[in-house]
């Protein structure tokens, strides 16, 4: 019941059936089940040599995506196909992006989602850190993320359509010892996601974030006092409320959601896919 006035009230019950008939009409024209995510889509994906950006670029592509795959490690040319265009360089560089952009036009003929996924960690209390060792974080999580992002909006502008997926952490809202610098960029990375949010939706383009919880990656193995870094996130896993870490495809399912017209209505937001980790704190 709405309410009009006080003590006055309208029954929308006996419209239903009025609203039932919109709403299966509605539904037949815009079938959900059509709706193919991605296919026929062009993605960049960052950071898609291994991993979380490995997992998003397989996915895009088996759900029909075309994917600039740029990752600083030369691994990634091995993913090189009809669909997947390699580029092996550092995101952080000037011309980058700039090169990731014009091979998806060059190959693919345009541009429509952007994923700002390559990262990197280090595991420094803030006194022992040094000046390169933060901009070498802020240099490939932000700037990386802000280059590509400006780049992409280039292209689709001119569109009025696109979406750009970035994958911050729940490291963008909590703090953890030794790793300021990273907590700091993925801070930063989620602010990034809301302002460009505000500035792309204007031509059409979605921005949005998935806030990561522990994933089963390489990513600590520099870092991880043995070198095994895998096993060090399944052991901080474990203290999520769901019991473990999760597997790179578990992220890449949100960011496809995020990256397709599924996620139609959203705008700046940083999704939680953490196992359950950011409710707990306190617990
Ligand atoms: N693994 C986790 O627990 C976790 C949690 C939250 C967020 N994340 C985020 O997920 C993203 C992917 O990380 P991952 O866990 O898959 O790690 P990963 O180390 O497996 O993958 C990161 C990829 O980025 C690439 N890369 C690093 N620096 C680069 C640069 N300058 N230019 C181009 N490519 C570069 C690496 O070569 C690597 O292939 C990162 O942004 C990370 O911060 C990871």
Request: aromatic share 6%; charged share 20%; net charge negative.
């Amino acid at each position: 019941m709405a309410r009009l006035k006080p003590g006055r009230y309208i029954c929308f019950h006996a419209f239903e059936p009025i609203f039932r008939w919109l709403g299966e009409s509605t539904f037949k024209e815009t079938n959900m089940q059509d709706i193919n995510e991605v296919e026929g889509k062009v993605a960049i994906v960052t950071g898609a040599a291994s991993g979380i950006g490995r997992a998003i670029t397989d996915l895009l592509v088996a759900c029909g995506a075309y994917v600039v795959a740029e990752d600083i490690d030369p691994a990634v040319e091995a993913l090189a196909g009809p669909r997947v265009a390699p580029l092996v360089a550092d995101i952080s560089a000037d011309g980058s992006a700039e090169k990731a952009v014009a091979l998806a036009v060059d190959r693919f003929s345009r541009l429509d989602l952007l994923v700002n996924n390559a990262g990197i960690i280090i595991n420094k209390c803030v006194v022992d850190m040094s000046r390169d060792d933060w901009e070498r974080i802020m240099n490939v999580n932000v700037t990386g993320a802000f280059l590509h992002s400006r780049e992409a909006m280039k292209a689709m502008i001119p569109q009025r359509s696109g979406a750009i997926v970035n994958v911050a952490s729940y490291a963008s809202y909590f703090a953890f010892r030794t790793i300021a610098a990273y907590t700091a960029s993925k801070g930063a990375l989620a602010q990034l996601t809301r302002t460009l949010a505000l500035e792309a939706i204007e031509y059409g383009i979605r921005v949005n974030a998935v806030g990561s919880g522990d994933v089963l990656t390489n990513i600590l193995n520099k870092v991880a006092p043995d070198g095994n870094g895998v096993a060090a996130l399944a052991t901080h896993g474990e203290g999520a409320p769901i019991g473990r870490a999760a597997n790179p495809e578990e992220i890449a399912e949100v960011v496809l959601f995020l990256a397709s017209e599924r996620a139609s209505f959203m705008v700046g937001s940083v999704v939680m896919a953490d196992g359950g980790m950011s409710v707990r704190v306190g617990a």
